[in-house]
């Protein structure tokens, strides 16, 4: 079958590779009808994953239709439109009964490498999906792969952001002032996630116009360019000196994470998904003056039913958030119009067997 496949540091070829099989009874091979293209698998790309194997296939967001079970799977059988979550999990460890399946001791990310499971990606033509019954979630009749294949990744980790990273942590809350640092695809779904609890005010600051005003097409009252606008004046000025209440922060750059400590208005809350490459210096002095709380964390994929509820009562719609769809063999040439943005790309979608 054809893949995506990593072969070291900016490196990937789309290359043929032996199909997965069925290697647990809790496995389900899924034939992949839709995969998408992720800001982290940039950084794999880029090698900036940890013990990432040249020869790993790559891609941890997809939508398909389950080809085979194994002999314990119980929910699904063979012909069922499935949505794929970025990581699986066993549902029964120490971590996920305490309600963080991101920490599951036997989970593991989609391509990846041997750091998060060492489970093969999901850029390709079939992927083996273990723990079957707990983690892939049935798409509900008429909802097209571009409306779902969000709700496996970006959009549980936009929601998370919202709705709190740590269990029994505050989300945002009815007259909240809202801040979103990044427009990005993990951004943008926290902003029309975030849309869903009446905050007061909702600003998103990101430095690309295109994607700032599709922030405003999901419910961004306001937004704020960083390239040419003081950004923690201008959140001053809108709220009147006291700042947000729920600052989230889903740019992972040292620069924005200062923005968002600085803009956290007293007894606000930071809720930060920005994938940090490295340590990073916090204003603690600043935070302990303001009685902030900070989480840092993924997002919570036993979400995904929830969101699949949304996107199919149309609470949530993000399909325009699916800028480019081209077939798997052109996958390159995907990454190249991803990273690089060009042609207002948001999110890249890849088809295997077309063409
Ligand atoms: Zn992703
Ligand atoms: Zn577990």
Same mark, same amino acid.
């Given at each position: 079958m054809k893949a995506v496949v990593y072969? &070291?540091?900016g490196e990937l070829r789309v290359d043929d590779v032996p199909e997965p099989v069925i290697v647990e009874p809790e496995d389900c091979l899924v034939r992949v009808t839709m995969a998408s293209i992720c800001g982290s698998d940039l950084h794999v790309l880029h090698g900036l994953m940890p013990e990432m194997r040249p020869g790993t296939i790559i891609g941890h967001e997809f939508v398909g239709v389950v080809e085979e079970v194994g002999?314990?799977?119980?929910r699904f059988r063979a012909g069922t439109r499935v949505v794929g979550p970025a990581a699986v999990w066993c549902g029964r460890c120490r971590a996920c009964r305490r309600g963080l399946p991101m920490a599951c001791e036997k989970g593991a990310i989609f391509g990846s490498g041997p750091l998060f499971g060492d489970l093969a990606g999901a850029q390709a033509e079939l992927v083996r999906v273990p723990f079957a019954d707990t983690t892939l979630q049935p798409i509900p009749e008429d909802l097209p792969d571009e409306q779902v294949?969000?709700? &496996?990744?970006i959009l549980p980790t936009g929601y998370s952001a919202v709705v709190g990273l740590n269990p029994g942590s505050r989300g945002v809350q009815a007259g909240d002032t809202v801040v979103v640092f990044g427009a990005g695809p993990v951004g943008l779904c926290a902003v029309a996630s975030a849309r869903l609890f009446n905050p007061a005010q909702l600003i998103a600051v990101d430095m690309e116009p295109y994607r700032l005003a599709l922030a405003r097409d999901l419910g961004a009252s306001a937004v704020i360019d960083a390239s040419r606008v003081d950004v923690r004046k201008r959140i001053y000025e809108l709220t009147e000196g006291w700042g947000a209440e729920y600052v989230i922060e889903a740019v992972g750059r040292e620069g924005s994470l200062r923005d968002a400590v600085a803009v956290a208005a007293p007894g606000g809350c930071l809720s930060v998904v920005g994938v940090f490459q490295r340590p990073t210096v916090l204003n603690l002095p600043r935070m302990l003056a303001k009685n902030v709380c900070f989480c840092i964390g993924m997002g919570d994929l036993r979400n995904i039913p929830r969101l699949l509820e949304l996107v199919g009562t149309k609470?949530?719609?993000?399909?325009?958030?699916?800028?480019h769809c081209l077939p798997l063999r052109e996958a390159v040439h995907a990454y190249e119009i991803f990273a690089k943005r060009?042609?207002?790309?948001?999110k890249v979608m890849l088809i295997p067997g077309e063409g």
């Open positions: 072969h &070291g540091p002999a314990a799977v119980a294949i969000l709700a &496996g990744d609470k949530l719609d993000l399909g325009r958030l699916v800028t060009v042609q207002g790309a948001v």
